[in-house]
């Protein structure tokens, strides 16, 4: 673990000293469950064409959160316990799917419950050949049910994947999505469509699980500190455009929403840990210190989170705390749900900093938006904040809690 202040110093480091995707391929056990990609076809196309693009999609992604909830929230005036981890995970796979490759992928169900499993299967796989030492691996690799579950994942994103892009090969209008972006930006082998498919799961894994943890906290959140739902839901109608509140608001403008995602990432961050990468040779920072080939490294992002020198009374669930921020001038650099600095390293930092992010936090604003106009939410009688479940460096929301809903009677 290594103190922000060397963030500067290994944030310039050459790729092959400083290593981002060794880590992924030690973590997830990648030579045998194919996680952690050499490719840099996916975070090249998020950071260029979905970056660029972020703007023009969201009406479609408003009607994709819009037609997801419909199908799986439950839709009882009725207060009505929602297993929220299981419901959320589902609309954000759906969402992302309409953004890989539009309505085609997004209601394939094969697909969606494909990108739901694969990075749960990636995940149960390595902790499997983790009771193994090394040399024994190969060995029990063809025991371990899970990689097998990862090659038909794989055979899986071909059969969606593939009529797609062929389909967009031959036709004159150019769809505006992730995988036309994936296909015409692919060089050498990840030209090949079968690669690109493969590509897309790798992509599931980076986006989905992650953009579902952030709304299923702030729900949690939400049904803690209600006081903050009122306020949230002025703003949304504030900047929504159609009378009924039906269709979604222009999610730029919601700041307060983006303040309390961000106090919610605060105190329940996805990771404890970010900016991990491998040293692969002896490293010597500017001040003389120097870390050993083959260490591990990493930032304490949850302490610093927590951290009086960053954040006033940090124990505090203060959502507006960014908002105001703002408001007396603070720079959006420090107080954006997006922004990444050494106060604030939810993203990770640097050259790998998450691409998506963007995307990410236009999408959980897109949900929160409808589920605050359409859905009433509280915890049943004596119930409090579901406890998070930590895993190795992940802090996932409880995965069984339920929350009571209601839908709010149209008038
Ligand atoms: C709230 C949701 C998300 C969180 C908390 C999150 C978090 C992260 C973190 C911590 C990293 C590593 C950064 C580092 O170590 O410096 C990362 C990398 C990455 N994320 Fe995200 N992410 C989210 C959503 C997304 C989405 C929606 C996408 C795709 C659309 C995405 C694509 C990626 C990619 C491709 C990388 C690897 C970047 C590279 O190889 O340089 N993420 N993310």
Request: charged share 25%.
């Amino acid at each position: 673990m290594l103190p922000v202040r060397y963030l500067e110093d290994l944030k310039t480091a050459p790729i092959q000293d400083v290593d981002f995707v060794g880590t992924f391929i030690e973590m997830f056990e990648g030579k045998y469950t194919t996680f952690g990609s050499r490719s840099t076809l996916h975070p090249r196309v998020v950071r260029t064409s979905l970056n660029a693009n972020v703007e023009k999609i969201m009406p479609d992604i408003h009607a994709e959160v819009r037609d997801a909830f419909e199908a799986i929230w439950p839709d009882s005036e009725d207060w009505t316990a929602v297993p929220v981890v299981d419901c959320i995970t589902r609309i954000v796979a759906r969402v992302s799917g309409r953004m890989f490759g539009g309505p085609e992928l997004s209601r394939n169900d094969e697909w969606v419950m494909t990108s739901i499993r694969f990075a749960l299967n990636g995940f149960a796989a390595a902790q499997k050949l983790k009771l193994w030492p090394e040399v024994l691996k190969p060995f029990a690799a063809p025991f371990i049910s899970e990689l097998k579950a990862i090659r038909e994942d794989y055979r899986s994103a071909e059969k969606a994947a593939l009529p797609i892009l062929e389909q967009r090969k031959t036709s004159n209008k150019k769809a505006n999505d992730l995988l036309t972006w994936m296909a015409e930006n692919a060089r050498g082998e990840e030209a090949e469509l079968k690669f690109v498919s493969h590509i897309l799961l790798k992509v599931s894994f980076a986006a989905i699980h992650t953009s579902a943890a952030a709304p299923c906290q702030l729900i949690f959140d939400l049904c803690q500190y209600s006081q903050y739902v009122d306020v949230l839901r002025d703003e949304i109608r504030k900047n929504t455009t159609i009378e009924d509140h039906q269709t979604l608001p222009k999610v730029g403008n919601l700041i307060k929403l983006d303040s309390i995602m961000k106090e919610s990432q605060r105190i329940n961050p996805l990771l404890l840990i970010t900016f991990e990468r491998i040293i692969t040779r002896d490293y010597a920072l500017k001040d003389g210190l120097v870390i050993p080939a083959h260490t591990t490294i990493g930032m304490p992002t949850q302490a610093i989170n927590m951290d009086p020198e960053h954040y006033y009374e940090p124990d505090k669930f203060d959502g507006l705390r960014f908002y105001n921020l703002k408001v007396a001038g603070t720079s959006a650099s420090k107080t954006d749900y997006v922004a990444s600095n050494g106060a604030s390293l939810n993203f990770g930092y640097g050259r790998h900093a998450c691409p998506g992010r963007w995307f990410a936090a236009n999408e959980i604003k897109s949900i929160m938006a409808y589920l605050l106009l359409n859905y009433d939410i509280k915890f049943a009688d004596g119930q409090s904040r579901p406890e998070n479940l930590q895993v190795e460096t992940q802090n996932l929301p409880n995965p069984t809690a339920t929350v009571l809903s209601r839908r709010i009677r149209r008038s």
